[in-house]
Structures are given as C-alpha cells and as structure tokens.
C-alpha cells in the first residue's frame, strides 16, 4: 500500500521546507498541515488506507483513540535524545551540565514519547552553549533526519525497522520546566547561574 496522505504537525515556521521534502520524493501526495488540537481534529475526519501522521518539534498530543484509528505507526521527530524524554529537553539538559545531547525519531504511542524507536542520533554540547544555541544545533540535526527518511515516509507504508534503543531518565513535564525555570530566595549563586544557562528568557523571579 502506498501514501497519499500525510498529516503533517508541525509549526509553521517548519511546515513549508517539510512539505516540500515529502513531495520531492512523492509529488501527488496530499500534505495536511496541523498546527494545533483543532487542526489535528479536523485532519483526522478524512484518514484513509493510505494516511500516516508526522510530527516534528510540536507540544501536541496526538489523542490515542487516533493513533488507533491510522492504518500504520505514525512518527514523531523529537529534540532530545532517547535518556531525556518529555518537554524542555534542552533546558533540563543544559541544567545537569549534560556533555552531549541528541535527537530521537520513534513510532507515536498512547504515553508521550514510549514508542519504538526507528533512529537516533548524539552530538557534544559545545562549552558555553545556551538554550538558543542548542535548540538551534538540535532543530538542525533534526531537519537532517526528516529529508534522509522522507524517501521512505513520503512513499511506502511498510513500518519503519526499530533500533535496539531504549527510552530512559525521567520524563518531564512543561510543570517540571516551570519549576526549573522559577527563580526563589536563598538559591546560591550557582544554581542561579545554571538555571540563567538552562532557561535562558524563560527564567523568571518570585
């Protein structure tokens, strides 16, 4: 069974250079851009046997009634590494002085970022980078990952192969982030130093 139709969440800063990389390598497919829960919805009226859900870098959560519903995996491009599942990995990544980071492509399930993972990929954090720096080395290694799988994303419906990873750490909330990122009396000047690194223009006082 071939695609034809991918449902693409994702921001719209990314949507247009994602879509044209899926129609590079399958020009009749139907692209269907979702940006948020009520975009999601109304995408999800018109599956059909040749439908497979994408998400890249986005904060929604893809109901598991839907996931059900598609006839094969649907993916989920994330901007961390397999040991930092959740939100914010970067910030709770700079914050433990982390010494590499990465990026995990892995099938969407019911529970956030547990699926099987189909790719993976490592890289040093350089000295001195902040949450701006990472999260634009990330997104850039991630955009890498969608054009080297999108022959096959765009085209076939065969399940991608899972690797022999392993999702591990805990798995962290934007509550988790909105802690890390609060700043109160009595911290010491390091903590308020690593936090300032880890949270940049998020951080905020009490």
Same mark, same amino acid.
């Given at each position: ?79 961390? $590494? ?5 939100? +914010? ?20 399930? $019911? ?40 022959? +096959? ?7 991608? $192969? ?45």
């Amino acid at each position: 069974m071939a695609i034809t139709r991918i449902i693409l969440l994702t921001g719209e800063a990314e949507a247009p250079a994602l879509s044209s990389e899926l129609r590079r390598h399958n020009p009749a497919l139907d692209i269907v851009i979702a940006h948020d829960d009520a975009d999601l919805v109304k995408a999800a009226e018109q599956f059909n046997t040749g439908t497979r859900l994408l998400s890249f870098c986005t904060s929604v959560i893809v109901p598991a009634s839907m996931l059900n519903a598609l006839p094969g995996p649907a993916y989920n491009f994330h901007p961390g $590494p397999p040991e930092r599942p959740g939100r +914010y990995p970067s910030v709770f990544a700079l914050y433990d002085r982390s010494e590499r980071f990465g990026l995990t492509v892995h099938e969407m399930a $019911p529970s956030v970022d547990s699926g099987p993972i189909v790719d993976a990929e490592w890289f040093d954090i350089p000295e001195g980078c902040d949450l701006i720096e990472l999260e634009s080395r990330t997104l850039i290694r991630l955009i890498a990952v969608f054009r080297r799988l999108a022959p +096959y994303l765009a085209a076939f419906s065969q399940p991608l $192969p899972h690797q022999d990873i392993s999702w591990q750490g805990r798995k962290t909330a934007k509550a988790d982030c909105d802690a890390l990122c609060r700043i109160t009396p009595g911290m010491s000047p390091e903590d308020i130093s690593r936090r300032q690194i880890a949270c940049g223009m998020h951080l905020s006082g009490t």
